[in-house]
RNA sequence: GCCCCCUUCGUCUAACGGUUAGGACGCCAGGUUUUCAACCUGGAAACAGGGGUUCGACUCCCCUAGGGGGUGCCA
């Protein structure tokens, strides 16, 4: 737990800081009155399809807070929509959270599960007055939305049975329950993000709490729940700010306190639009079969909205250390891949070679050609892969490059060559094998400075430049005209394979 | 239509009334080099526009334009 004075301080920057001056008031109260609690943020999907980048982020973001703040993120799956809630969505979302290794507290909590107690709220509002029973049709509710539109006026429900006895409804007609709005004076939401918002109460209609058929609505569970799970700070989606001002009306009715709202602006894709399947709204498991690293995914995604001056590399203690919601900038950030590629790249380059091993084969099973290499892994792969890591792991920028880079070293005799490989074993580049293979097969001692010696004395004496001799030897080692350092690869290949790969080049098999 | 929010290099961002407007990715040029990367050096590249306020505005206010979000018996 955090220290009062240091608390204090931090209120107290807060405070004088230029940009929350004219918040001061409110903000005083409602964070003084949270100052002795534990934080407990949510994330709060509703499993209606894969966790997204952007939902990826908020949950960074409210993770970020609860562990900066010594509190605690909760799960709650929002499923009240029965039609379009499915178990496949629940299983990727807590499956793409724990790759993100974006743990929460306790057990996830199932809104549906507790359509009881929602429902008894939205009673116990009606019993009260502040809600109404609303006997509108579908077709009156769209000729409502068709007049306010010729009108010039905010669309939405004019009250028709806010005031009207339920006397005068129709003999068993099907209702729903309203919340009876304040329609004079101002909504007023203090957010950490995006400052103080004013919404007029006359814009605000009176919502559906409860649908015909009994169930609850979001914008009533959401309240309920958020209450009922002492949630403290609520981080989401800028797309929820509308509601925000909603819900407040409700935590007013209802005399309970609301939580600290920080709405977060949204990811957009390449092109400024709004993230669609094309470019960016992909299931973070896309980007685990992409090969990006969590590490990295989590370093991309937090610098996208929120900074901490010139800091771009942020490693894990830090990121919880400095992360505070009012670094949140407010504008819209576009999803770029070349940098999310490069930090990847960084993290790749900087983990160890058994971390990346390990991460290959629990990617493999993910991958639509990873069977092969997962076997060779099985049997003996794993020390070959483990040996040329060093020198593969600098020379990619996702786990699948780095697959791909790695397959040289499974491959059987005698190789496919690739088109750049077929040039650079052109007759001049076979005379030299041929030339060179012999002192190859009479070294004794097949390590790498030797390798490096004997191929650089050979360069030497038939004056050759290096480089003459290396591609050569990458095409018939690797198929390839790129590959890790060439010493390197004739070591980790080993004497009979790499001999043999040399063989199948020249035309004379080895002995050796 | 109505309501709300946003606007610094192509992109992510720093700046919190006084800077030659900084960094990162990407791009270009050079260096290094056995290939490719990595790395090093240098370069091009931005305050949306217009009014105020001020001795002084990227920073504060207003308007315009552009972008985004919301406007459901979805969440």
Known sequence: MRGVPDSY?????????????????????????????QVITRFAPSPTGYLHIGGARTALFNWLYAKAQGGKMLLRIEDTDRARSTEGAILAILDGLRWLELDWDGEPVYQFSRAERHREVAEQLLAEGKAYRCYATKEELEAMREQARAESRAPGYDGLWRDRDPSEAPEGAAYVIRFKAPQEGQTVIEDQ????????????????????????????SVVVDDHDMGITHVIRGDDHLTNAARQSQIYEALGWERPVFAHVPLIHGPDGAKLSKRHGALGVEAYREMGYLPAALRNYLVRLGWSHGDDEIISPEQMIEWFDVDAIGKSAARFDFAKLENLNGHYIRHSSDEALVAAIKSLLPHLKDGDAMAAALESDGETKLVQAMPGLKERAKTLVELIENAAFLFAERPLALDEKAEKLLDDAGRQTLS??????????????????????????????????VAQPLRAALTGQSTSPGIFDVLVVLGRDEALGRIGDQTGYPTNA
């Open 193 to 220: 993000v995006q400052g103080r918002v004013t919404f007029a109460n006359k814009d605000l209609d009176d919502l559906v709490l409860l649908r015909s058929d009994g169930s609850p609505t979001y914008m009533l």
């Open 9 to 37: 301080a931090k209120l107290g920057a807060v405070l004088n800081s230029p940009r929350r001056r004219q918040t001061t008031g409110p903000i005083i109260r409602r964070r003084i009155l949270h100052m002795s609690d």
């Open 435 to 468: 030339e060179l293979q012999p002192r190859l097969e009479a070294l004794d001692d097949w390590s790498a400075e030797p390798l490096e010696a004997c191929i650089r004395t050979f360069a030497d004496e038939t004056e050759r430049k290096l480089g003459k």
